[in-house]
C-alpha cells in the first residue's frame, strides 16, 4: 500500500508564493518519477512539472520560470515552488508518482489533491 500526501495549498494574493510539498510513504522499491498536476474547474487534469529519478525534469509552459520542483529521494518528497501566482493557477494540485513496489510490479499514485486559489 502507497500512499500520497500533499500539504502546502491555500489562499494566496496574485503575485504571491506557495510551496506544496508531497511525501511518498509505503511500500516502495524504487521511485521512477513523481510529478505536480492540476485540474481547474471545467478543465482537464494537466501536467505541471515531473522530475525523474535520474533528476531530469519537465515543465509545463506555463510554469517555466515561476515553478521550480525539487525531490528529495532519500525522503520520497516531492516539492512544488510557485513563485508568481496569477489567477489562472487557481486549480486543485494533485501529487502523481510512478513507482515500483516490487522488483518488477509498478504503478500509478494520486495524492487526495490540495486547492490552490490565487484571488486578491
Known amino acids: 500500500q502507497v500512499q500520497l500526501v500533499e500539504s502546502g495549498g491555500g489562499l494566496v494574493q496574485p503575485g504571491g508564493s506557495l510551496t506544496l510539498s508531497c511525501a511518498a510513504s509505503?511500500?516502495?522499491?524504487?521511485?521512477?518519477?513523481m510529478g505536480w498536476y492540476r485540474q481547474a474547474p471545467g478543465k482537464q487534469r494537466e501536467l505541471v512539472a515531473d522530475v525523474n529519478a535520474g533528476g531530469a525534469i519537465n515543465y509545463a509552459d506555463s510554469a517555466k520560470g515561476r515553478f521550480t520542483i525539487t525531490r528529495v529521494n532519500a525522503q520520497n518528497t516531492v516539492y512544488l515552488q510557485m513563485n508568481s501566482l496569477v489567477p489562472e493557477d487557481t486549480a486543485v494540485y494533485y501529487c502523481?508518482?510512478?513507482?515500483?513496489?516490487?522488483?518488477?510490479?509498478?504503478?500509478?499514485?494520486w495524492g487526495q489533491g490540495t486547492q490552490v486559489t490565487v484571488s486578491s
Open positions: 502523481n508518482a510512478y513507482l515500483y513496489e516490487t522488483y518488477s510490479s509498478w504503478d500509478e499514485y
Open positions: 509505503g511500500s516502495i522499491f524504487r521511485l521512477v518519477r
